[in-house]
């Protein structure tokens, strides 16, 4: 039959939903950018807050993948 879906929905989800965290690791690190360019003293004191925001958003996508593949 032609048009039919083989595969997933929930892959598809995962790909809407992974724009999310693509997005605010984004502006995570564009805010630390900003931040060292206006204030290079600060630099260590921005990297790890950094790093730990984008390790915050990243366990989303990580998140939703599992979600993605168990709700199968």
């Known amino acids: 039959m032609e048009g ?28 630390y950018i900003n931040g060292v360019a206006r204030q290079p003293e600060a630099q260590n004191r921005l990297q790890s807050i950094a790093i730990l925001g984008f390790a915050l958003a990243e366990a989303l996508a990580i998140i939703g993948i599992a979600l993605a593949f168990v709700l199968n």
């Open 4 to 31: 039919t879906l083989n595969g997933s929905l929930n892959m598809i989800g995962y790909g809407l939903a992974a724009i999310g965290p693509g997005v605010g690791i984004g502006l995570i690190f564009a805010a």
